[in-house]
């Protein structure tokens, strides 16, 4: 047999463990000794950095090339002062748009902090590396250190934009007839203070000069806003007139009329154009009056001896205010400028019917007053009542002397007479007119009548009853009085001229339907006092005689069948009046 063979087996290893420790590099041994070393050297040379410093600063130690190497810290703070601190404490030249303005560091909180300064340069000890590592090197140049007082800083600059800031100004327009004049707009100017005080604070001690900026902020009302609404209203509202077709005529509403009519306003920030269709109206009635339409006339009477007559009312035709309004408003921004409006027919207020019904019965109120002989008062006070006779009042309406009366002018046929200005006399135009109002004011005072307006010369004359008197001044004061009566009442008017030695005189009298008994004694004046002496050298001097001044007191009651049933109670002041020696 053949020996087979044996399989082979596998080898198997196993490593013991290494029960002897292993041996260090050399290479690690050394790095460990060095890094000790080193340790050991930098720890010496800190010590020694330490132990070194002292009240003397490093042999090196300079700031903004002062050196103060080797000073100690009285004598190097006494340096610094003199030679450093007021070089850097020159004015900064601070330029904020066109202007310049100084600022002054140390009132401005800016300031070298000098003890620090020298601490920071190595005097002393210190464990900072810093301060170490000056020592030990000898120290070199040191930034200034900067105390900053922020309350101050800012109040500078607070300052500064107090005198540069400034609002912003709106355009503006306005219409100037037909002319549209503007303003131009400014934006507001803020000054950035945040940033002119980190520029400041950059700057010190460095710079001498920093800018300030500023920031621009639109007005609401721009121009821009401006010539969008003249673009887009006022130059095509003011490019012609329009012309209005009546039926009865032809007028124009010319542009300046449009134009006194307008106005910019204002909108929610946007700026438009408004014409008042009221002012409108207004304007343009010289243009309306130019058709001579025939007006609604009210009744009136004619007196025949005692007996009244009516004159009977007349409807007319008027443009009015809606019609006016509805044919020109929309043709304000078209091109085409021709419009029809449609006249209406008119209606009196007091009608024929009325008046019938309202016809005077009795003189309810009169009053005559009188005055010396002057040519001027005679031909005055004579058109005067000329102008009141005749004028019909319907009830609940109020009669104005102004109004009666027209203008006082050469051309009405006035002459210049004597008036009163404060508490002297001059002349003037329709002077003595004033006698017709104390006249109307007493017979409309006995008539029981409402007074609505009156007010007693400053100057008393004893022609008239004290305070119980008024005098008119065109255009100011008026003599007013609203006809309370349940009917229609009539002013009869007259005068009896004055010749040399006689005097002359002016009545009122009033028709109506009495409605009440009307009692009114003789006023009573109280508080006399005394006026001045006036030396008067001038060329157009009066000479003027001396009256006292005083109150006045005065009233009247109503009776409905002998009762009392109201009271009226009036006072006035009298200025005294002075007396004028004229010395020329």
Known sequence: MRAEPLPERAATIVAEPDTVPRRRGRGGRVALIVGMLLVA?????????????????????????????????????????????????????????????????????LEIDVPATVRAGGAGKSFSPVHIWRVLTGGGEVAPVVAVDEAKLSETVLGLAEDTDRLAVDATATFEEAEIKRTPGEPAIELAQDDLTA?????????????????????????????????????????????????????????????????????????????????????????????????????????????????????????????????????????????????VESKPKFTTEMAE??????????????????????????????????????AGDVFSLDKALGPRTAAAGYVDGWVVSGSRLKRENAGGISQSATTVFNAGWFAGLEDVEHQPHTMYFDRYPAGRESTIYSGHIDVKFRNTTDNAIYLQSYTSKSSPGTRGSITVRIWGTKKWDIESPEPRKSGFYSGRTITDNSADCNPQSASPGFTASYYRVFKVNGEVVKREDKSWKYNATDEIRCTR
């Open 41 to 109: 050297l930098v720890g010496g040379a800190y010590a020694a950095g330490y132990v070194l410093a002292g009240d003397r600063l490093p042999r090196n130690t300079s700031v903004a090339g002062i050196a103060i190497g080797g000073l100690d810290v009285t004598a190097a703070e006494a340096k610094l002062n003199s030679e450093y601190v007021p070089r850097v404490l020159t004015p900064i030249t601070v330029k904020i748009e066109d202007a310049s303005y100084e600022v002054l560091p140390a009132e401005s909180g």
């Open 199 to 343: 520029a400041l604070r950059k700057a010190f001690p460095h710079t001498t000069e920093v800018t300030g900026e500023v920031r621009r902020i639109d007005p609401i009302v721009t121009d821009a806003k401006i010539d969008q609404a003249v673009e887009e209203y006022a130059t095509p509202a003011l490019q012609g007139p329009i012309k209005v077709e009546t039926g009865e005529g032809t007028f124009e509403v010319t542009p300046a009329m449009i134009g006194n009519a307008s106005e910019f306003v204002v909108e929610e920030s946007k700026v438009v154009v408004r014409t008042d269709p009221e002012k409108l109206y207004e304007h343009a009635q010289p243009a309306i009056e130019t058709l001579d339409l025939k007006g609604a006339r009210n009744a009136r009477y004619s007196f025949e001896g005692d007996t009244p007559t009516v004159i009977p009312s007349v409807n007319g035709a008027e443009l009015t205010k809606e019609n006016f309004e509805k044919a020109v408003m929309p043709a304000l921004l078209l091109p085409e400028r021709a419009v029809t409006a449609e006249l």
């Open 357 to 394: 019904a309202q016809k005077p019965k009795e003189v309810i109120g009169e009053f005559t007053t009188y005055y010396p002989h002057a040519a001027y008062r005679n031909t005055n006070l004579t058109l005067a009542a000329s102008k009141i006779n005749g004028t019909t009042v319907p």
